[in-house]
């Protein structure tokens, strides 16, 4: 109850703070091709239901259509100003709308696409017993995926080697250690890790060794060594 409280207050302040920003780049995002501004995007929410996220659109009209999940940085259909508005992250801040509607909350693990969510061992569906979030560890952690994912020929196999096996894990370390307190040191992290991911990393690592997580994916959350691939929690063997 505190929690939903504490996501209503906090989604309708950013929304009112953040609108001298966003309503211009709405206007940009429309005025470049005189499209609806907005990508709406099916995902999977708690218990598996499924609801349309709202995004500023950073990318051209149809982009979902090439059958491509994973986003690299070097992505012929990001727009010009959608490399803005993926640098600055503008594009989730529309998504406390679907704080606002329920279907999300400011913190929890990020939400995916059914063809994603399909593909969890049964570990990584414990993900799913709580609403997705706009921000968490890995979101954080891994606000870099789109450099991550550059130059791979199949973003998505590089995705799921790379990222979705410390994504999972971290998804899984909040939830196993939420709490308000946890909630808000997260969310004063993402904010600032806009101007200095540096420092943001530095107190996620801080945070993850407060609650005895384990050394390798506490290791792996400095981003310090080049990441290689490795199997998603709940398998033995690396996808392929």
């Not at 409280?5 to 966003?22: K, N, R, Y």
């Not at 659109?57 to 990001?78: C, E, F, Y």
């Amino acid at each position: 109850m505190i929690k939903r409280f504490f996501d209503i207050v906090f989604a309708l302040l950013g929304l009112v703070v953040s609108s001298p920003i966003l309503i211009p780049v709405i206007i940009l995002v429309w005025k470049q091709d005189w499209k609806f501004p907005f990508y709406i995007s099916t995902r999977v929410g708690k218990n598996q239901k499924l609801f349309n996220i709202v995004k500023l659109r950073s990318m051209i009209i149809d982009a979902d259509k090439s059958g491509v999940n994973s986003t690299s940085s070097d992505d012929k259909r990001i727009t010009s100003i959608g490399r803005f508005i993926r640098k600055y992250k503008l594009d989730e801040l529309t998504q406390l709308w679907n704080v606002l509607l329920g279907d999300m909350s400011l913190v929890g693990p990020r939400p995916n696409v059914k063809q994603e969510t399909d593909l969890y061992t049964q570990v990584e569906k414990g993900l799913l017993a709580i609403k997705p979030g706009i921000t968490d560890f890995s979101s954080i952690v891994f606000s870099d995926e789109g450099e991550i994912l550059i130059d791979y020929f199949d973003p998505d196999l590089a995705y799921n080697q790379l990222i979705r096996p410390w994504k999972s894990r971290l998804g899984i370390v909040y939830i196993q250690h939420r709490s308000n307190w946890m909630d808000f040191s997260l969310i004063f992290y993402t904010v600032v890790s806009i101007f200095s991911r540096k420092i943001a990393l530095k107190w996620v690592v801080k945070k993850l060794k407060s609650i005895d997580v384990d050394d390798e994916i506490v290791n792996v959350s400095k981003r310090t060594n080049k990441l290689l691939p490795s199997p998603p929690p709940g398998l033995d063997s690396i996808i392929s």
